[in-house]
């Protein structure tokens, strides 16, 4: 399953060319009605906004950051912000889900671009209605480039989480956090530099997090998330707690790990180190 999974994907990422679509938008009008039908997507309506370097420095680490105008209430939120990569060869990059725990329906995280293209953050909110704001960046090879992390030093910290808080806690109000994952997420289309065999995919596909027993965010990913991917999102702790996450991978790993709210977890010998727990039936 795994070979055919890296051969799909290495086929898919011959047939992208390097140079990307020139700004060219056929590709979107195929995209937008296999993911969201014929449903109107709003553009530019100020509802949400994307940020994106124009000229990439490195296409395997691209930072971005997408965010709602407004707060998550009970009038008004977003449930999902999908990210759409136009040209990568899984071009859905991730979906976000929202809840009123997130306090602010906001991310910032870092993403592999193989080609020229624009990226769009499209937000569904409370009422059905979907909003989008697009960038164009220029960057290629992305999915391809060589993993940073010798493979059996990844493997071997594989799972390993950390949170960084800034500042102290604002009670009832959104709190920022970044969670770092250690974690190759392998795309299927990146060569052994030693054997010169393509390594095979092997990704985050999944991370969870709640505060207490109230979900915060919900994210469905895939490869076009960087090796060792962090994500900035925000969440309202209303009393003291336990901030948890669940992350899941292509290979059906599960990790867990939680942190005290606000007292910070003591460091200690394997402190970074999540706990791999058996993947749910």
Not at 24 to 32: A, F
Not at 158 to 181: D, F, H, T, Y
Request: proline share 7%; with cysteine.
């Amino acid at each position: 399953m795994k070979t055919a999974v890296s051969t799909f994907l290495l086929a898919m990422a011959v047939g992208v060319p390097a140079w990307g679509a020139a700004e060219d938008e056929s590709r979107w009008h195929d995209l937008r009605e296999s993911l969201f039908g014929d449903r109107q997507v709003h553009e530019d309506s100020g509802v949400v906004s994307l940020e994106a370097p124009y000229r990439a420095h490195d296409a395997a680490v691209v930072p971005i950051t997408f965010e709602a105008a407004f707060p998550q209430t009970d009038e008004r939120y977003v449930k999902t912000i999908t990210l759409i990569v136009d040209e990568n060869p899984l071009p859905m990059a991730g979906e976000f889900h929202f809840t009123e725990a997130s306090g602010r329906a906001a991310i910032s995280t870092r993403i592999r671009v193989n080609a020229y293209t624009h990226i769009r953050a499209v937000a569904e909110t409370n009422d059905g209605a979907l909003h989008m704001a697009k960038r164009y960046v220029k960057a290629s090879g992305g999915c391809s480039a060589p993993a940073g992390k010798d493979p059996e030093a990844a493997l071997a910290s594989i799972g390993k989480m950390k949170l960084r808080r800034s500042g102290p806690v604002l009670w009832g109000e959104p709190n920022s956090a970044q969670l770092l994952v250690s974690h190759p997420n392998h795309t299927g289309m990146q060569m052994d530099q030693v054997t010169h065999h393509y390594v095979l995919a092997h990704f985050v596909d999944s991370i969870e997090v709640r505060y207490g027993d109230r979900p915060v965010l919900t994210v469905e990913s895939n490869f076009s998330l960087s090796e060792n991917p962090a994500v900035r999102f925000h969440y309202v702790p209303k009393e003291p707690g336990e901030l948890s996450v669940r992350v899941t991978d292509s290979d059906g790993e599960v990790f867990a790990r939680a942190w005290s709210v606000p007292t910070s977890v003591a460091k200690a010998p394997g402190a970074g180190e999540a706990s791999p727990v058996n993947p749910v039936q």
